[in-house]
């Protein structure tokens, strides 16, 4: 018998759980990371299999860059693009208080970062009476800056990414005992996917301190070597989900993205 997680709110933003289904399963990819199942979704639920926690391995670490970089590959139709079936905005955030996602179709990655965002979070800052105009102004230089900054990355294709890959959203458990596993393997939920950078994934696990996180880049570099220069993008990348943690929850990490802003605005 399946055992059964339910995330339920009933006032979800309209769509809110059924584009989250329709990214858990557009980044269930053949070859890439294992994610967890959906099972029934409707306005006010999101019906998932349940994990059984184990404890990561750097075996299981390192199969998940590999398999990372394997749903990475799968791509997306453009920068922005949302998953086939999502139903209204993507969404960045806890369950009970997420921002909205622009969504679209751009080109390059240096545009989607700048005019989907940058811009729209420090806007919402603003409502919030978190940021101010210096911190607008401060984000204006930093995306005049992006096409440099982005640096032998810029030119990359579209990735199909999860888009919220903090530690928390790996869950590990029980896998196949075959060569190289442990016998355990990541489980991936609750994402924000869109066709965006596949370096935004990994400098999402690394802002919160993934398990065994040299293994998972060890792995990834087996699969799809990142562009030279990728620990020096890796800050730029966490600037959004900085920033918007910022707009949540205050504090501390405001005085950190403005750092963030004065380091990468040159």
């Not at 979704?41 to 299999?49: E, I, K, N, W």
Request: with cysteine.
């Amino acid at each position: 018998m399946v055992e059964t997680f339910r995330k339920a709110r009933p006032d979800a933003p309209p769509g809110f759980f059924a584009t989250e289904a329709a990214g858990l399963r557009w980044i269930a990819v053949p070859g890439g990371p294992r994610v967890a199942e959906v099972l029934d979704v409707g306005p006010a639920h999101l019906d998932l299999t349940r994990v059984a926690a184990a404890r990561p391995t750097p075996a299981a670490a390192r199969a998940l860059g590999r398999r990372l970089a394997v749903m990475h590959d799968a791509g997306a139709p453009a920068f922005g693009a949302l998953p086939p079936g999502a139903d209204g905005p993507g969404y960045f955030g806890p369950l009970d208080d997420p921002l909205e996602l622009v969504s679209g179709a751009w080109d390059d990655w240096p545009s989607f970062y700048a005019q989907a965002r940058l811009r729209p979070v420090v806007t919402q800052g603003r409502e919030r009476g978190v940021l101010t105009g210096r911190d607008a102004d401060a984000v204006e230089r930093v995306c005049a800056r992006l096409p440099d900054l982005a640096g032998a990355a810029a030119d990359e294709p579209p990735a199909r990414l999860h888009g919220d890959l903090w530690s928390g959203n790996v869950l590990w458990a029980a896998g196949p005992d075959g060569p190289g596993t442990d016998g355990v393997e990541a489980v991936l939920v609750d994402p924000a996917a869109h066709g965006g950078h596949r370096e935004c994934d990994l400098a999402m696990l690394a802002l919160f301190g993934a398990p065994h996180l040299d293994a998972i880049l060890a792995g990834y570099a087996d699969a799809h070597p990142l562009a030279p220069g990728w620990r020096d993008r890796v800050s730029l990348h966490q600037l959004y989900p900085l920033a918007v943690h910022a707009v949540l929850f205050g504090g501390g990490y405001v005085d950190a993205t403005r750092d963030l802003l004065a380091a990468l605005g040159g």
